[in-house]
């Protein structure tokens, strides 16, 4: 399990202590896309894989977020997954989610139809989501559901870029 917390409203050490007063063990671990400051760990950055057999509607949307200067955000999917459709129905249909929503470029790839394609991406379980910046690198993963508000924080980080 993973836990994310605020550096403004409790302390790492704070927290610590409360995760073993319940009996967990804390590890402490960079934050997705860390890597650049002093003494961070190197990250090694990848570009977002455009195969050569990827389908026209994966290569349009690429293109069409590089026209617009929008980053993309990759949603592997099954219409069989529970989580995946969580994720459609709860996080993204909530309105601060959706409004950031607008200002990417979302591509949802089935993986039951596409499945050379969450090949070539590494995609073993789903949901798999990839943060792709304006560049094309992929600077963020969701192998599962999250709630709006984390989404949301993560989105924000994602247009920051």
Request: charged residues 30%; contains cysteine; aromatic residues 10%.
């Amino acid at each position: 399990m993973t836990i994310g917390y605020d550096p403004k409203r409790i302390s790492p050490e704070k927290l610590a202590k409360l995760i073993t007063d319940l009996g967990f063990k804390v590890e402490e671990v960079e934050p997705p896309g860390a890597g650049t400051g002093a003494g961070a760990k190197k990250h090694q950055r990848v570009k977002a894989p455009m195969p050569d057999d990827a389908p026209k509607f994966f290569r349009e949307a690429f293109d069409k977020a590089r026209r617009a200067n929008h980053p993309i955000v990759i949603d592997f999917w099954a219409k069989w997954c529970p989580p995946c459709l969580q994720l459609k129905e709860v996080t993204f249909r909530d309105p601060k989610v959706a409004g950031l929503l607008e200002k990417v470029q979302l591509i949802y790839v089935d993986l039951d139809q596409y499945p050379a394609l969450g090949k070539a991406y590494g995609v073993q379980a789903i949901p798999d989501l990839f943060l792709v910046d304006r560049q094309g690198w992929i600077v963020d993963r969701l192998q599962d559901f999250e709630p709006p508000d984390a989404f949301f924080v993560r989105l924000r980080r994602l247009l920051a870029e």
